[in-house]
């Protein structure tokens, strides 16, 4: 049954101002920018009629009948939680809300490392071998993984508390690394075998009937960047984002059979190592930086145009998934 959008945005974010952080554990690096939540919603305007900003799920939840018309951005990032980004795709579930983006199965697979993974291995994509960590007794089993490994949170994104020290050449590297995530973050720690190749990142925009995609990487000195790097360096203005060609020739349609087994995506990323040619994937994301200058954005720059065009199809994609329309005219 078609749905009717009565022409507004309610997007659902934490914007902090745009400072960097300095600490390698300090959250407020996985939160969106005051600078990025305003451009997104001034690129926005120009396709609603109106669009509201509320600052939580607790927010959404109380004025939730307010919207029963509108469209929800989820654009909120949380604090602690490992189900933090499925709040509120699961609360517009829950109220029947039309929503951007991945539902919150999708958003709880994602957020797990492991977990993820074996998506991967079902659509036939490369992943390094992995061991989750969750106590001392477990540091052992990593001996049979090869050596040098990466050694990073379960379930945390945005280079939250990786540094160049993550790359581990024996087994007590894992153990310091360990217990600092272990005492910062109070989670279990994944390590895989470390692929030492260009980072790319593939972005899609799935809309009910089509797929669009394109891939980016980070560039330093106008060459592709694939060595260790953390948030000071990956931020700064070192690094700018640019297209990046997929040489092996089946990847996308593999990425596509990943996307497959989850029902609603609408925007995703997967970020990816090349080894001897392989793409192998680091790690599969639906919570997607949504700035003009980042790596999703540029990505998808000659199949989705530009970043006015980007935001404009996840909008009327996201309504094409309801069945409702974008108005026409004021």
């Known amino acids: 049954m078609s749905r009717i959008w009565d022409g507004r945005l309610v997007i659902v974010a934490d914007p902090l101002p745009d400072i960097m ?73 829950a109220c029947g809300l039309m929503f951007v ?17 074996a998506v991967c291995r079902l659509s036939g994509l490369s992943v390094p071998s992995s061991i989750v960590v969750n106590s001392r007794e477990d540091l052992e089993l990593c001996c049979a ?32 690394i360990f217990s600092q995530i272990q005492r910062e973050l109070g989670q279990p720690v994944i390590v895989e075998e470390y692929i030492d190749g260009i980072e790319f990142s593939a972005a899609f925009l799935v809309g009910r009937d089509r797929i669009l995609h394109g891939a980016s990487c980070w560039m330093l000195d106008g060459k592709p960047f694939g060595g260790v790097y953390d948030w000071r360096l990956k931020r700064g203005e070192q690094l700018t984002p640019g297209l990046f060609e ?5 990847f996308w349609d593999r990425a596509k059979k990943a996307l497959s087994y989850f029902e609603k995506t609408g925007l995703f990323r997967i970020d990816c190592r090349v080894r001897d040619g392989e793409p192998v994937v680091i790690e599969l994301t639906p919570d997607i930086y949504l700035g003009a200058d980042g790596e999703f954005v540029s990505a998808l720059s000659n199949a989705g145009g530009t970043y006015p065009d980007v935001i ?11 069945g409702a329309e974008m108005p026409v005219g004021d």
Do not use: M
């Open 21 to 93: 952080p300095t600490f390698t554990f300090d959250r407020s690096i996985d939160q969106p920018t005051q600078r990025v939540v305003e451009e997104l919603l001034a690129v926005a305007r120009k396709f609603c009629r109106e669009t509201v900003l509320l600052n939580s799920p607790a927010e959404l939840s109380y004025r939730y009948r307010e919207f029963t018309d509108s469209l929800i951005f989820p654009y909120w990032f949380g604090r602690k939680q490992r189900s933090r980004h499925a709040y509120v795709p699961g609360l517009c579930e």
């Open 101 to 117: 983006g991945a539902d919150a199965f999708t958003k709880t697979v994602c957020n797990d490392k492991e977990l993820s993974k």
């Open 145 to 176: 993984l090869d050596f040098p490994v990466f050694a990073k949170p379960n379930f945390e994104g945005t280079s939250l508390g990786i540094t160049e020290r993550n790359v581990c050449a024996t087994l007590a590297e894992v153990e310091v």
């Open 246 to 250: 997929v040489s092996r020739s089946d």
């Open 312 to 322: 404009g199809i996840i909008i009327r994609d996201s309504l094409e998934w309801y």
